[in-house]
């Protein structure tokens, strides 16, 4: 069997990870044609078995209409379930979400605390948010030191300002 066959009978029988592998199989063309409503499918069967990847991911195709309509607060729901079970990447688009009131009300300092804990974790994108939220003085008081570590640290993970 191939890896298609040996994700596909996994992920019938529950397995979260090969559900979550089967997506992107589906999302990139790989062994199967491109089909991002399959794609949706298999994550969205991991994500309701807990996988943290595949509720990020849910969150992001929810968001972007990848398989499914767009929809910002089911983005947010799936996000929310990511960040409750420590997923950076889901802690970084949640905040981003609080901090531009889409999906749910505006709030700057829910938005920095999810960037803060997305940032220790390693996520770089949290760390440069959290700088530029020092540095105006959004969802906190206004700290150009801090900002500026956080800017470097940003840096030193080769996040680059564009």
Do not use: C
Not at 87 to 110: C, I, M, T, W
């Amino acid at each position: 069997m191939g890896r298609f066959e040996d994700w596909l009978t996994l992920a019938e029988h529950g397995d979260a990870e090969a559900q979550f592998e089967l997506g992107w199989v589906y999302a990139e063309g790989r062994e199967v044609d491109l089909n991002f409503t399959e794609a949706f499918y298999w994550w969205s069967q991991a994500a309701n078995n807990g996988h943290t990847k595949s509720q990020h991911v849910l969150g992001r195709a929810y968001a972007q209409g990848i398989g499914v309509e767009k929809d910002l607060a089911e983005a947010v729901k799936w996000w929310t379930k990511g960040a409750e079970n420590g997923h950076p990447d889901s802690q970084f688009h949640l905040g981003n979400a609080y901090f531009q009131g889409e999906g749910v009300p505006k709030d700057p300092r829910r938005a920095v605390q999810l960037w803060h804990m997305s940032a220790e974790q390693g996520n770089a994108r949290a760390m440069y948010a959290l700088g530029v939220a020092h540095s105006k003085g959004e969802g906190l008081p206004r700290d150009l030191e801090k900002a500026i570590e956080w800017f470097q640290k940003s840096a030193e993970l080769g996040l680059e300002n564009k």
